[in-house]
C-alpha cells in the first residue's frame, strides 16, 4: 500500500485579507468552500497549477499559481481567480500566500512573492529570547 504524504496547510495573513475582500466587497460568496476544497487536495500533496518558481531563502520552497474559476461572476478560469502558494517541502507545509481576481490585477512580482514568503517564514520563526539579550 502506498504511503500518502500528508502536508500542513497554512495561509498567510495576506491570503487571509484577499479572501476577506474578495468576498465582503465583490460578493464572491462560493470562494470560501473553493479554497477549503483546494486545501484538501493540497494537503495530500496533489499539487495542482503552475510551476513559477524554487526559491532557497529562507527556506527551499516551490511555488505555483493556480487559476482558478469564478462562478459567482460566472466566468471560467481565465477571468478568475489566480491563486499564488508555496510548497516547503521539507517543513511539510504549503502556505496560501495570495488570490487575486484576474480582472481586478493582471498579475504580480516575483519581488511580491518573494516578500510574502519571507514574511511568512520570520513571523512565525519561534522567538529566541538568548537572540535578545
Known sequence: MKK???YEIDSHGQMDKDMDRL?????????PAQIKDLAESLQNGDFQGE?????YEPVECEVYKLRLPNPDANVGKVG???LIYVV??????VILLTIYYKKEQESISDTYIKGLIAGYFLDSAPYDEDESE
Not at 468576498?23 to 470562494?31: A, D, E, I, P, T
Not at 510551476?51 to 526559491?55: D, I
Open 4 to 6: 500518502i504524504d500528508v
Open 88 to 93: 516547503a517541502t521539507e517543513n511539510r507545509i
Open 23 to 31: 468576498v465582503r466587497k465583490k460578493r464572491f460568496l462560493s470562494l
Open 51 to 55: 510551476f513559477l518558481a524554487r526559491y
Open 80 to 82: 478568475g481567480y489566480r
